[in-house]
């Protein structure tokens, strides 16, 4: 009489849980066990239920771990916004001895603008990478492409609110 080996039927079932392309009939080949015999433990030990868990573990964590990552983006986005905003500012304006903004000579909007479009572009597609929408985005490069066409005065007059806004004026 054949002796009989030991299956570690739990290591199988963990198997079978983990990988949604495993069969009843590979793992009955990979193990040398007979097909039915597999069969019955898939039934008798609910696997395909282990199989439905195990799938909703990974994708719960799948949707954990990105949500963390736009949340990462975001407060970079943020703070990267923040910076280049008094950054732009410092370039195209200048403040004099009572803190009074004025626009530095030879500052085109159109400039100002460009830069923000391609900025505006950059936050896209890494949004896009993570799977999350660009709405919020695209309704900045709507905001941004207004100063296109702006005259000199108005651009004055922006800056004087922006310095104030940024807390830059004393």
Known sequence: MPHKRKVDWEALKREYA??????????????SIPRTTVEWH??????RDERRRYSAKVVEKSVRTNA????????Q????????????????V??????TADLKP???ASDVAAATRAIVELYKSE?????????????????????DGMTLDEMKAKAKALSTELGLTK
């Not at 495993?22 to 193990?31: D, E, L, P, Q, R």
């Not at 963390?68 to 407060?75: H, S, V």
């Not at 200048?94 to 803190?99: K, S, Y």
Request: glycine share 2%; with cysteine.
């Open 77 to 92: 986005h943020i703070k990267e916004s923040r910076q280049l905003r008094i950054l732009l500012f410092k370039t195209i």
């Open 18 to 31: 983990a990988d949604a392309t495993a069969t009843t009939v590979s793992i009955a080949k990979k193990y």
């Open 127 to 147: 949004r896009l990478a993570l799977g999350a929408s660009t709405e919020s985005v695209d309704s900045t490069a709507k905001v941004t492409s207004k100063f």
């Open 94 to 99: 200048a403040l004099d001895q009572n803190g």
């Open 106 to 108: 030879k500052t085109y």
């Open 68 to 75: 963390e990552k736009l949340r990462e983006c975001n407060e």
């Open 42 to 47: 898939v039934r008798r030990h609910h696997w």
